[in-house]
């Protein structure tokens, strides 16, 4: 079975791929560049904040980060602080 990305992102938060894709297609952020090799994305928040998503695996999330797997994809359940 494979697994979607979670992403650690730089307003502290932990993301999967549909809580991206939803943010993405309310225009919450806008994509700004990505860097294929390491999977890292840039997005603008509609505040004009620049976020960093960072790839991850699942054995980096801190326990209190719960995952669900949907049929679109990944739901981060409860976004914690990595901080």
């Known amino acids: ?3 979607n990305p979670i992403y650690r992102c730089s307003d502290g938060k932990y993301y999967g791929d549909v ?6 297609e309310s225009g919450t ?5 990505w860097d294929t090799e390491s999977g ?3 997005m603008e928040t509609q ?3 620049l976020l ?8 980096e999330l ?5 995952t669900e797997r949907v049929t679109t994809g990944t739901v981060v359940n ?3 602080s990595y901080r």
């Open 1 to 3: 079975m494979k697994t």
């Open 19 to 24: 809580d991206i894709w939803k943010r993405l």
């Open 29 to 33: 952020w806008t994509p700004c560049c």
């Open 40 to 42: 890292k994305e840039w």
């Open 47 to 49: 505040d004009g904040e």
């Open 52 to 59: 960093i998503l960072e790839p991850i695996s699942q054995n």
């Open 62 to 66: 801190p326990e209190s980060v719960q």
């Open 78 to 80: 409860k976004e914690s």
